[in-house]
Each structure stands twice: as C-alpha cells, then as structure tokens.
T-cell receptor, first 112, second 112 residues
Framework: EAQVTQNPRYLITVTGKKLTVTCSQN?????MSWYRQDPGLGLRQIYY???????DKGDVPEGYKVSRKEKRNFPLILESPSPNQTSLYFC???????????FGNGTRLTVT | DQQVKQNSPSLSVQEGRISILNCDYT??????FLWYKKYPAEGPTFLIS?????DKNEDGRFTVFLNKSAKHLSLHIVPSQPGDSAVYFC???????????FGKGTRLSVIA
C-alpha cells in the first residue's frame, strides 16, 4: 500500500532534549516536506526537499533541521526543543508534475 | 503575507443541502489549486484539484470552481453528508514542483 509513515504518533518531551521524528515513503517520490498544524494558523511548511541531498527552508524553519540522505526518508530533527514547538506535525511526499501531496497521519509533539 | 486565504474558519450545513467553501489567493503565478480534507487524528487527504486552464472540475458530489480574474476558488459539496464533516484546506502552487501554499482551513459541520 502506497503510504507515508511517520513515527512516533505521539511524543511528550522536555525542553532541550534532542528528538527526531522519522518519515518514510514507499512511492519513490522525489519531493518530501514537513508541516506543522496549529490552531488558527493552518498548515505551515517547515522544510522541504526536492530530491536526495537537496533541502530548503519553508515558512517556519527556525528550531528545526532535516536531512535527505536517501529518497525514501526525510527525518525532522529538533536539536533543542522548546514549548513553542508543541504542535501537530505532518510529513508529506509528492510525485512529479501536478500530482497531489500524500500526507502521513501526523505526530503530536508536546514539549514541557 | 497570506497568499492563500480561507476567510471562514467554520461552516455549518444541514444534511442534504449544498456546502460551499471559499478560498482566495493573491499570487497570480499560482496555476494549480487543490482541496484537502482532514479528519481528526489523520493526515490531510487529497480531495479534488483544478488547473488554471479550467474553470470547473467535478468529481461525484464535489465540484471546484475557479475564477481567475477574481483570484477565487470554491468547493461545492452536493448533497452534503454527515461524513463530510471535517476541516477543508485550500492549497495552491505555481509551475513545476514549487511548494504548495495552504490556507488556514475551514471546519465544515454537516448536521443530520
């Protein structure tokens, strides 16, 4: 089944403790992206990647890092999480041309 | 500056009636528009799209209308069903694999 898989689904952590949210897609998509969803703000793009070893900042990249060492994986790294990064995070991937984004089921992160 | 705007945070509609969700955009370079539907605890799923060379695209109960001169698109759901209750995001992009820009979403409630 074609899908985008994020782990973990839920994560509670403390300020300053490094964490990684993994994302994997099995559709051989070149484009991958991370979004965060916050009440009243909709979906805001954090980082995206057009291909392996190519990453670019989205609208809200501060406090986040990503890597794209292989096509299927696009982990989101929070080196020193802060409470304002408490949010619902979505990974997504997209094929060539005008094809729609496929989203994972989300990771709800709470930073205390 | 918001490039994609959904000015109604919520909408309530009686079952069987028409739901109309609106979206405005400011970037005249956008040429591909999509609607996503999101249930709680799930990632957004693609619903319907339209390219700027068309003014209407229909898929079953769902129709998207595009008015390029007004930079406005709308999603019509007829007839509305309780299972349509969800948050609907409008999104837009330019040519090639340019990042999708999302609106803040409209929460649709279909009342039985």
């Amino acid at each position: 089944e074609a899908q985008v898989t994020q782990n973990p689904r839920y994560l509670i952590t403390v300020t300053g403790k490094k964490l990684t949210v993994t994302c994997s897609q099995n559709m051989n998509h070149e484009y991958m992206s991370w979004y965060r969803q916050d009440p009243g703000l909709g979906l805001r793009q954090i980082y995206y990647s057009m291909n392996v070893e190519v990453t670019d900042k989205g609208d809200v990249p501060e406090g986040y890092k990503v890597s794209r060492k292989e096509k299927r994986n696009f982990p989101l790294i929070l080196e020193s999480p802060s409470p304002n990064q408490t949010s619902l995070y979505f990974c997504a991937s997209m094929g060539q041309g005008n094809s729609p984004l496929h989203f994972g089921n989300g990771t709800r992160l709470t930073v205390t | 500056d918001q490039q994609v705007k959904q000015n109604s945070p919520s909408l309530s509609v009686q079952e069987g009636r028409i739901s109309i969700l609106n979206c405005d955009y400011t970037n005249s370079m956008f040429d591909y528009f999509l609607w996503y539907k999101k249930y709680p605890a799930e990632g957004p799923t693609f619903l319907i799209s339209i390219s700027s060379i068309k003014d209407k695209n229909e898929d079953g109960r769902f129709t998207v209308f595009l008015n390029k001169s007004a930079k406005h698109l709308s999603l019509h759901i007829v007839p509305s069903q309780p299972g349509d209750s969800a948050v609907y995001f409008c999104a837009a992009s330019g040519s090639g694999n340019t990042p999708l820009v999302f609106g803040k979403g409209t929460r649709l409630s279909v009342i039985a």
